[in-house]
């Protein structure tokens, strides 16, 4: 679909001379990049103050996968306020103000119109040096994958909206949602890593597949290694699989090698849509351990989970122990 719009060529406009740019990057002047990003979607947790920590942490997301310091932030709201009532959309809003406040950055504004279901999140705004940036195409063979996060919110969000789990059995995924990823943005910045890229809708297939398409290069992903929050495997073990992670499937295994012998539940966790996931950090393997000593120290979760090799089509093997 987008192949049928006009292309934009502008020498100022960096992203689009990089593959699945996470944000918006348009050079200012020589050491100065302005980033920007929009996201957001309908509620994946009960509690309203907690949706709008989750979608705002979700929304500034792209700017930290590209190194980028957030400044402003603007609202994006579609409420019903005649069902739900102000108070509600106050602590979705308060959430939100929370989370951009945390990351040094403002709200300036927003835009809310009148829906049937809620829907909340934020256009961002920051900056970068285009010479400091983070993107995902300096991926090299024999580099180090290591994530941030662990996987699971969607299959773990479609419980909660089945009710087969509450709030209190998601809690550390819900937290996990919440946390930025400022802290790893920048302690990849101060390792100097190769490549980074978020996990969010595509899952960590998709998202790993565009860094390898993106460096060039191909990716062994260690599956029984991949880290999951808790009781995520058990819901896909009932069937409980998001929507999402069956299009990433079919879309993306057509790329990945392994994955008749893999265990299936590895590979729902694998294709799992995430909201506010980890960023996902390619590193040169001599800098591995101290990347991933930082990140602990930064009281970021750090899971090496796969390496780069020569690969001209791009692809995905998975291996197991």
Do not use: W
């Not at 942490?57 to 306020?81: C, E, H, K, W, Y």
């Not at 890229?197 to 899952?203: N, R, V």
């Amino acid at each position: 679909m987008l192949g049928q719009l006009p292309q934009v060529d502008h020498p100022a406009l960096l992203s689009q001379q990089i593959p699945f740019a996470d944000a918006a990057i348009y050079r200012l002047e020589e050491n100065l990049a302005l980033v920007q990003s929009v996201d957001f979607f309908t509620p994946v947790v009960d509690d309203p103050y907690k949706y709008g920590q989750i979608a705002a942490a979700n929304s500034l997301s792209d700017l930290f996968a590209v190194g980028a310091r957030p400044l402003t932030a603007l609202n994006l709201v579609a409420f019903p306020i005649r069902l739900l009532g102000q108070e509600v959309l106050q602590q979705i809003l308060a959430g939100g103000d929370e989370r951009v406040r945390a990351a040094g950055a403002v709200i300036a504004g927003g835009h809310s119109i009148e829906d049937d279901e809620p829907k909340y999140g934020l256009s961002v705004t920051g900056i970068v040096d285009p010479a400091r940036m983070l993107t995902p195409c300096g991926c090299r063979p024999g580099d180090q994958l290591v994530l941030t996060k662990p996987l699971g919110t969607g299959l773990l969000t479609t419980a909660l909206k089945g009710e087969v789990l509450s709030e209190a059995d998601i809690a550390v995924a819900i937290e996990g949602m919440i946390m930025l990823n400022q802290q790893a943005a920048a302690v990849a910045l101060q390792v100097g890593v190769t490549a980074c890229t978020d996990i969010t809708g595509f899952g960590l297939v998709g998202h790993a597949l565009e860094l390898a398409e993106a460096s060039k290069v191909g990716l062994q992903i260690f599956l029984d290694q991949l880290p999951a929050y808790p009781r995520a495997l058990e819901m896909a073990s009932i069937g409980l699989v998001p929507e999402g992670a069956h299009r990433n499937r079919d879309y993306y295994f057509r790329r990945v090698i392994g994955q008749q012998q893999a265990d299936p539940l590895l590979l729902d966790l694998l294709c799992d849509p995430q909201t506010s996931g980890g960023l996902l950090i390619a590193v040169a393997p001599e800098q591995k351990n101290e990347l991933m000593q930082k990140l602990v120290e930064a009281g970021v979760p750090a899971f090496h989970i796969g390496t780069a090799v020569k690969d001209a089509d791009s692809r995905l093997q998975l291996l197991t122990a």
